[in-house]
């Protein structure tokens, strides 16, 4: 049997060392597919506002507003309220990646609770389910009735709009749990507690967290939401400070910055899945 | 001596409105220390049932159950379980998975190691011990559950068509190396598989069951010397013997289903 599977093992060998290599590495095709559609849009939108189209006042095409962060020295506002657009970026992406953060442990360990006791389930699964629709924006007005204005309301509205919905998540998840690992653990002498954090929680994590990123667009838009109406300061602030002084090309390089962010941020949670959560593919 | 000792034993399930299902029925069977026993049968005839009953991961409903003379009331010391394909835990590493019996019991971490490195040289995993799962093939896998099973020195050892999932090339290569192992360590071995070449070619003694609720219709002693092959003489009287007896009882099992299929139609 060692031959063959020496045999076996070094047909793995060869398939990997004949793999095609070209001369453009396929992480740099991929980049430039992606890009290719954006060229397109900025292509027309520029071409546009060059050749005299009137909407360029209001919708300024990004050589203006990008040039208008050159410009204002990459910050906005006035006197004591100016704040660097690094800074706000910085701010409002902390902001969203705490509430996440502390949403997804409270979800987990909350959801393990309901599923490990049936008495605490009929008690709790109610109210969760109660609460999981309203939406994270809706829980702006109370943020800021408890807490004033400032970072705990930002917090306080991802957590809310990420917690409950990750909590029937893992409740899920823990019945999704492949009832074979369960008894192979049993079989090899796990006790309850044991099955609960080594096999369990394990098993469910990387569920939650899909459900975690899914829902982190609602709860960057209830962020920015919240800097717009209450917080005062980050992204969305710089949005709302465009439109009070009508200044278009502010509007649209907040929109542009939050795009960006959006998606830088998303792409370091698939980054933590991959990493961190490897067991299940990250779709 | 007896290791192994089923008396009367049955298992019913829950079934849809109240009904229940009787899954196994009468099972009486017992096992000698050392012995490699094959349980044959048709799909859903209660094997997987019963094996979880031996392990103890289920309750009996009737009859009883004794290991080494000891009632069997739960998960036992030196009785483990191989299932089919995907048992592995895909977030622990080959040694992690081959060392998580011993982690559940607090074996000190150098001795565990240890323990798992020569566990893993014997299935010549070695090149392989930070692996993940699902970069390992089918065998290699179900050689992983293997080792993970002997780590624990078990006497007993349950396998739930353990290779079932593999092609055929590999599944006979596994099938070698599961009496290498036994021929070495020589614990007490209960096979369930569908496939009466590999109940032959494996078993000191194959016990048929029946489907719906199953039942023991027959047990055939395999006095082949070992090793064997397909191809030896005997080996086809044996297999056509069980294949006879599958067959009768197959259509047994169809025709009574399609009586009851008729007599809920009038």
């Not at chain 1, 962010?261 to 998303?266: E, H, I, K, L, R």
């Amino acid at each position: 049997m060692s031959d063959r599977t020496g045999t076996l093992e070094s047909v793995g060998v060869a398939v990997a060392a004949t793999t095609p290599r070209s001369a453009v590495p396929s992480w740099a095709w991929g980049v430039f597919k992606a890009l290719i559609p954006w060229a397109v849009v900025i292509t027309i939108w520029e071409t546009a506002a060059a050749s005299g189209w009137n909407g360029s006042v209001l919708f300024p095409p990004p050589s203006a507003f990008l040039s208008y962060a050159i410009e204002s020295d990459f910050r906005v506002g006035f006197g004591g309220d100016a704040m660097p657009i690094p800074v706000a970026i910085i701010v409002s992406a902390l902001r969203v990646l705490v509430g996440l953060a502390i949403g997804f442990a409270a979800a987990v360990a909350t959801g393990i609770l309901i599923s490990a006791s049936g008495a605490f389930s009929d008690m709790v699964m109610p109210l969760v389910r109660g609460l999981a629709p309203i939406a994270p924006i809706a829980w702006i007005p109370l943020g800021i009735v408890l807490f004033g204005i400032g970072n705990p309301t930002a917090i306080f509205v991802v957590f809310m709009g990420v917690y409950f919905i990750l909590t029937i998540s893992t409740v899920a998840s823990v019945k999704a749990v492949d009832p074979r690992l369960i008894k192979t653990a049993r079989s090899f002498g796990a006790s309850k507690t044991q099955i609960w954090t080594r096999v369990i929680f394990p098993a469910v994590l990387p569920h939650v967290f899909t459900m975690l990123r899914i829902n982190f667009f609602a709860a960057w838009m209830a962020v920015l939401a919240a800097e717009m109406v209450g917080v005062k300061n980050g992204l969305g602030m710089m949005i709302i400070l465009g439109r009070e002084m009508f200044n278009t090309k502010l509007i649209l390089l907040g929109m542009c910055m939050v795009g960006a962010t959006g998606y830088a941020v998303d792409v370091l949670l698939v980054q933590i899945q991959r990493r961190i959560l490897w067991w299940e593919r990250a779709p | 001596m007896t290791i192994l000792a089923c008396r009367h034993v049955g298992k019913v399930w829950p079934g849809p409105n109240g009904t229940s299902v009787a899954a196994l029925r009468d099972i009486d069977l017992s096992v000698e220390n050392g012995e490699f026993v094959a349980i044959l049968g048709p799909s859903g005839c209660g094997k997987s049932t019963l094996l979880e009953l031996i392990a103890g991961l289920e309750p009996l409903s009737f009859g009883r159950i004794t290991l080494d003379g000891k009632p069997v009331l739960g998960p036992a010391p030196g009785v483990v379980m191989v299932f089919q394909e995907h048992s592995l835990f895909p977030w622990l590493s080959v040694k992690d998975n081959v060392g998580f019996g011993l982690a559940m019991k607090k074996v000190p971490k150098p001795v565990r190691e240890a323990r798992v490195a020569q566990l893993l040289e014997r299935v010549r995993l070695s090149k392989f011990t930070v692996h993940r799962p699902h970069q390992l093939s089918g065998g290699m896998k179900q050689r992983v559950a293997i080792a993970r099973a002997l780590v624990e020195s078990p006497d007993f050892i349950m396998m739930d068509e353990p290779f079932a999932a593999l092609d055929f090339q590999t599944r006979v290569l596994m099938q070698h190396f599961l009496l290498e192992v036994w021929l070495e360590f020589k614990p007490t071995i209960i096979f369930v598989t569908h496939h009466i070449d590999e109940a032959v070619l494996l078993a000191d003694r194959v016990v048929v069951m029946s489907a719906g609720p199953g039942r023991i219709i027959e047990e055939v002693r395999i006095d082949l010397p070992r090793p064997r092959r397909m191809t030896d003489p005997g080996f086809n009287d044996y297999r056509a013997r069980l294949t006879e007896t599958l067959e009768r009882e197959v259509m047994r099992a169809h025709a009574e289903d399609d009586g009851l299929a008729v007599s809920n139609a009038a």
